[in-house]
């Protein structure tokens, strides 16, 4: 027998996996099985998981207070930027593209300030079109980003005027910003408007 209060610590609050948790206390993954199932100790989910390899000292940001109107404005902003802008499809990773840099900055700023947010952690995306530099738009968007290249995925280059009017609206392309936390793409989720 397995006591559930030693389960709880350990697979709960400790974040042990079934196999580690069946090595530390000499049984097998099996024996852990049943007697959380008995318990009724929720298993977790192969994302949750993996979030937990991925991050095993705790989520990688942290919710701050808003304690100032700055901060409330900023609030406010941010979850708007994400309601009208944001890709909400992508259930894994916060999406947000533009032409617009002021606008990239203000959600990096959302991030950064009120999630505690690492600022390298943040990713981008460019699509440019075959009649933009590609260098030159990079260099536009990591000078005016204060962000380094290496944060950036492969250019995708799309042919001229194949997309709308977009060409017309910046000779830089289009940036994406990227922050793959699942957990925090709900949390902001759950903040909008339903």
Not at 22 to 34: D, H, L, R, T
């Amino acid at each position: 027998m397995i006591d559930k209060s030693m389960l709880n610590d350990l697979y709960v609050h400790k974040g042990l996996s079934m196999k580690q948790l069946a090595s530390q206390i000499g049984c097998s993954p099996n024996q852990v099985a049943y007697w959380m199932n008995k318990y009724g100790i929720r298993r977790r989910s192969i994302s949750e998981a993996i979030y937990l390899i991925n991050n095993p000292n705790g989520d990688p940001f942290e919710i701050q207070q808003i304690n100032s109107i700055e901060k409330a404005k900023l609030f406010g902003l941010g979850i708007g930027l994400y309601w009208g802008e944001g890709n909400r499809a992508n259930k894994y990773s916060i999406r947000i593209g533009n032409t617009d840099p002021e606008l990239i900055k203000i959600f990096m700023k959302f991030l950064i300030e009120l999630f505690a947010v690492n600022k390298n952690d943040i990713k981008f995306g460019l699509q440019i079109f075959t009649d933009i530099n590609p260098q030159k738009a990079l260099e536009y968007w990591t000078n005016t980003l204060n962000i380094a290249e290496s944060q950036f995925y492969k250019l995708h280059i799309t042919p001229s005027g194949s997309i709308g009017n977009y060409k017309n609206k910046s000779k830089y392309g289009v940036l994406t910003l990227y922050y793959h936390k699942k957990k925090l793409r709900d949390i902001l989720v759950g903040y909008l408007p339903r």
